[in-house]
Nanobody, 115 residues
Framework: QVQLVESGGGLVQPGGSLRLSCTGSGSFFSTYRMGWYRQAPGKERELVASITSGGTTNYADSVKGRFTVSRDNAKNTVYLQMNSLKVEDTAVYYC?????????WGRGTLVTVSS
């Protein structure tokens, strides 16, 4: 029912910035609870940030003050602005949507932070 496509990943040096985008299908995007997750090599997938349909945000402690999640419902898009990137932020970042209790995932975009 829902298709999610992430973009914006790439290679960046420590201290740099990237903005990830996730564009979803459907006419009810404004009702989705959206999230960004990441999975680093050898680690479990973890929640990075989420944003409700009303705009309430939540962040993992490891990214608070550095990452900002936002959404543009007119564009069916959620963003993750990542600043002051650290090597430990290296991971595949996945877009997540919660629609009527059903969970959907994008295929991920790789973020590599390396000097």
């Amino acid at each position: 029912q829902v298709q999610l496509v992430e973009s914006g990943g790439g290679l960046v040096q420590p201290g740099g910035s990237l903005r990830l985008s996730c564009t979803g299908s459907g006419s009810f995007f404004s009702t989705y609870r959206m999230g960004w997750y990441r999975q680093a090599p050898g680690k479990e997938r973890e929640l990075v940030a989420s944003i409700t349909s009303g705009g309430t945000t939540n962040y993992a402690d490891s990214v608070k003050g550095r990452f900002t999640v936002s959404r543009d419902n007119a564009k069916n898009t959620v963003y993750l602005q990542m600043n002051s990137l650290k090597v430990e932020d290296t991971a595949v970042y996945y877009c997540n949507a919660n629609l009527f209790g059903n969970i959907y995932w994008g295929r991920g975009t790789l973020v590599t932070v390396s000097s």
